[in-house]
């Protein structure tokens, strides 16, 4: 896997919306692919299972699935090739992924919303500091 | 170095090699005088001396924009300060005169609050006439006096005058505290000279040792004397002294002693050198990288002025701002140093206590919910709610409102009682306001020893009876006084004496035109309270205290919230509310007995400091202390003031309206209010003078509406209400100064 994404270039631009669409499920299947890997290289079977890491990468693409042009896409496509060379690279540190996809964008202290629910505006400022 | 030195010789060359008066290379050495039109000031005078044109002057303002009164204004004179004409009552030196013609004299030794001394000399000015600069200061201006502030004889003479200061006066600006603020520096680069001539030694004094709060760098001082007036005119202790004379002369306490004077930090501020300088501030931070707040002070129950001066998150010092009617220019002891307590002992997280007895810090999420469920759970009428002594009208507001909303209505602030008078203002605000008091020519002090209680209301006693000769009565424990007072006895029933005229200080009363009667908040706490009030009624119908032009009965209040607590009718339903308690919210009380708490009672601790208050609580909800938020305070004479944030909150802290509100949601008995200004329109609707910020509002009625009692008056003598003057309160007691202080200073 690593050597084939050693030599990664750029890939000649999608011509229409279904090449884009193909393009970005090898993609996804190459992450996929990679999962086992990076958990090995991470050391990461404590925090995370395989199957978390793959919904965690299937967020991560459908957060742009609303997008049709294709130029954007491959613009994306080739960002999330580079942070999966990254990953697969040993690049990164074991804190990067668990911040990124173990824990999520929230940050460490979840905010898990239900005990908030129907509280005013108010009270969330209160809670999330003095100043407001 | 060298190369300035290089570069003065090569100008003074130049200038001499162009100077054409003289042909010949002569040796021009540069003398002292700087300005080279100085050097003959007789002549330049003779020059300027024709008569100048007719005032085409334009319109000069007051310094500090200062307004003029004439008490008298038949008694208006004329006098021209640089040709231009003001007009001036009768008796202003002629400095004052200047500076209503807005022109700035140079000072030392002159304060307008202090009695004249002039010997500093600085402030020669010329005169028309009279033969010799005079010292503006010391001299009444005359009608048709003719002064001249710039001309060269008096430039001349400040010059002068300002290198015999400096002939003395050490080199250390680098390392002084006084640096940046110092007049001695700033007059200096305003009319010194560039170089002196004096090569022989300084001379070097001893440092004393005034106590813990005023550092001493004796050798700095130039021997103004304000430093003297102040102790013996304002504060009231002849502690400090001049020693030795000409060059010996020195300052000091004769004997090695403290200056024990609760306004003893003053000398810091009117010292005009770096003599006399604040010993916890001392190399702690330079005065311009300061930011100011201005602010009020909450230890008691006055209110002063402040400016609270931080750098960063830390407060750095407290230091007086003018306010003629509470506090004018000084401030005490306690308000000036009490300011370290603000990093000490703070808490900072959200706490629960765990079954094993000790606090164990969690969200303000989890706290908020015990706290709810906890509330819910118990009957409303054993809810209490008990507002402390720093505690703001706005958080006063929110918290009668909740527990309003809990069906409770057991609230009350600390130090006002179980019995308060909340009902008519004038039983328990000052009602002849702080500088009213300067009209009285009689007090009666009962119960209340204003020299702890308020040092600041004590300095305008002490001014009164210096000025007028006032007399004064006292009637409670032994106490300390800085003025000639008459210890008339130690209970109530010295009062009843008084009341039916067989004591012999009721004559004293029935003479005096302006009588003042001062009850100490103290009485508050006694059990024959009403018919303390009672007989003090009495003497002040008796003795006409009470006029339509006069309103001379006063109450002094102890602590910054208890006014505004009154005025939003924080009392209590029951006076047993704290024995039968299952739930005690304390705001900010760290002073109220809970002995008689049953053990089984759920306490909420909000508040900054980890005081006493503490101790008993299973939950605390940290909040800001009064440096960190806006808050109202009325003072003791009824004068609601602001705090402003001066410095961020500590840790995980909230403000604390914003707590309540927030437990209000949480508990399901949300509060009508987001916003500090929606609060204060609900206070609109209670106490609408807490929203007249800065300006002191009288009581409409006054006491004599009260009802008869029938109460007897015991025989428990007054009790002092102030055991300590400098650790009144949590912050206080949280501050290593104070300490310092109690152990060495208190009596
Ligand atoms: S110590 Fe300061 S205030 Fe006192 S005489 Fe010296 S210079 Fe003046
Ligand atoms: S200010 Fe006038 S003599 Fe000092």
């Known amino acids: ?132 | 170095m060298g190369l300035g030195l290089l570069a003065s010789r090569a100008l003074r060359s130049s200038r001499i090699l162009r100077s054409p008066s003289n042909g010949g290379p002569t040796y021009f050495l540069r003398t002292i005088v700087s300005t080279p039109e100085l050097n003959n000031a007789d002549a330049a005078a003779a020059v300027q001396g024709n008569p100048p044109p007719p005032p085409d002057l334009p319109k000069r303002n007051p310094v500090g924009g200062a307004r003029v009164h004439f008490p008298n204004p038949d008694d208006a004179i004329e006098v021209f300060v640089d040709g231009y004409p003001v007009k001036i009552p009768k008796g202003m030196t002629v400095l004052q005169a200047c500076e209503i013609a807005g022109v700035d004299i140079p000072r030392f030794c002159y304060h307008n609050r202090l009695s004249i001394a002039g010997n500093c000399r600085m402030c020669l000015v010329e005169v028309e006439k009279s033969p010799k600069p005079v010292a503006s200061c010391a001299m009444p201006a005359l009608p048709g006096m003719k002064i001249k502030t710039d001309t060269p004889i008096a430039k001349k003479a400040r010059e002068g005058v300002m290198e015999f200061l400096l002939m003395n006066h050490p080199l250390d600006c680098p390392i002084c505290d006084q640096g940046g603020e110092c007049d001695l520096q700033d007059q200096s680069m305003a009319f010194g000279s560039d170089r002196g001539r004096f090569t022989e030694m300084k001379r070097s004094v001893v440092d004393k040792n005034l106590g813990p709060l005023v550092k001493t760098v004796m050798t700095r001082c130039i021997q103004c004397t304000r430093c003297v007036r102040f102790a013996s005119e304002v504060a009231g202790v002849e502690d400090l002294g001049m020693l030795g004379r000409g060059s010996g002369e020195e300052i000091g306490t004769y004997v090695e002693k403290l200056m024990t004077s609760e306004l003893s930090g003053n000398v810091i501020d009117i010292c005009p050198v770096g003599a006399l300088t604040s010993k916890p501030f001392a190399f702690k931070a330079r005065n311009w990288e300061l930011k100011g707040t201005e602010s009020i002070d909450v230890t008691d129950a006055v209110g002063s002025n402040i400016r609270i001066d931080s750098r960063g998150p830390e407060v750095m010092r407290v230091v007086p701002r003018l306010n003629e009617d509470i506090n004018e220019e000084w401030i005490s002891d306690k308000t000036r140093f009490f300011y370290d307590g603000l990093k000490r002992q703070r808490l900072n997280d959200p706490m629960i206590r765990g079954a094993d007895g000790r606090f164990k810090a969690v969200s303000w999420r989890d706290a908020l919910a015990i706290v709810a469920e906890v509330m819910h759970q118990i009957k409303p009428e054993e809810i209490v709610g008990v507002a402390g002594k720093l505690s703001d009208a706005e958080s006063m507001m929110a918290l009668k409102d909740l527990l309003n909303k809990m069906g409770s209505n057991n609230i009350f602030c600390e130090g006002n009682g179980m019995h308060p008078n909340a009902d008519l203002r004038s039983g328990y605000i000052m009602n002849t306001s702080i500088s009213g008091l300067e009209k009285a020519d009689a007090f009666l002090l009962v119960g209340t020893q204003p020299r702890v209680e308020a040092a600041m209301v004590n300095a305008r006693i002490h001014k009164t009876v210096k000025a007028t000769h006032a007399k004064v009565g006292y009637v409670g424990p032994a106490a300390d006084f800085n003025y000639d007072h008459q210890h008339l006895g130690t209970g109530p029933q010295t009062l009843v004496e008084i009341a039916e005229g067989r004591h012999p200080f009721s004559s004293a009363l029935k003479n005096a035109k302006n009588p003042v009667i001062i009850v100490g908040a103290g009485v508050f706490d006694r059990e024959d309270k009403d018919a303390v009030f009672a007989a003090v009624d009495t003497i002040a119908k008796n003795n006409n205290v009470v006029r339509p032009d006069w309103n001379g009965l006063n109450v002094l209040l102890l602590n910054a919230a208890q006014a505004a607590a009154l005025d939003l009718g924080l009392v209590p339903e029951s006076d047993k509310c704290i024995d039968s308690a299952k739930f005690v919210y304390l705001m900010g009380a760290d002073d109220v007995n809970l002995d008689k708490l049953p053990d089984d009672a759920f306490v909420v601790y909000q508040g900054h400091h980890g005081d006493r208050g503490v101790y008993r609580a299973n939950v605390i909800l940290p909040a800001s202390a009064f440096t960190e938020k806006e808050g109202t305070y009325e003072n003791t004479e009824g004068c609601a003031q602001i705090t402003l944030p001066a410095v961020p909150t500590v840790g995980d802290a909230r403000d604390d309206w914003k707590i309540i509100r927030a437990l209000s949601e949480v508990a399901g008995v949300r509060l009508p209010y987001d916003s500090l200004g929606a609060i204060r329109s609900r206070i609109r609707t209670v106490a609408p003078n807490l929203l007249e910020v800065d300006e002191r509002q009288p009581a409409t009625f006054s006491t004599s509406l009260r009802p008869e009692v029938s109460q007897k008056v015991s025989s428990t003598p007054f009790t002092p209400a102030v055991e300590n003057f400098y650790m009144t309160d949590a912050i206080t007691r949280a501050s290593k100064i104070m300490a310092q202080c109690s152990a060495l200073l208190k009596k």
Do not use: W
């Open chain 1, 1 to 132: 896997m690593a050597h084939m994404m050693r030599n990664m270039r750029v890939p000649p631009n999608s011509a229409s919306l279904a090449e884009a669409k193909h393009k970005t499920l090898e993609f996804f299947r190459m992450c996929c692919r990679s999962i086992p890997e990076i958990m090995e290289i991470y050391n990461l079977y404590d925090v995370v299972s395989p199957s978390q890491l793959r919904s965690a990468v299937a967020a991560e693409v459908r957060k742009n699935s609303n997008l049709t042009n294709p130029k954007v896409i491959d613009m994306l496509l080739f960002k999330g090739m580079e942070e999966l060379k990254n990953c697969v690279d040993h690049s990164k540190q074991r804190h990067h992924l668990v911040g990124k996809y173990v824990v999520g964008n929230q940050g460490l202290v979840q905010d898990l919303g239900h005990k908030d629910q129907g509280s005013s505006n108010f009270l969330k400022n209160f809670y999330s500091g003095n100043y407001f």
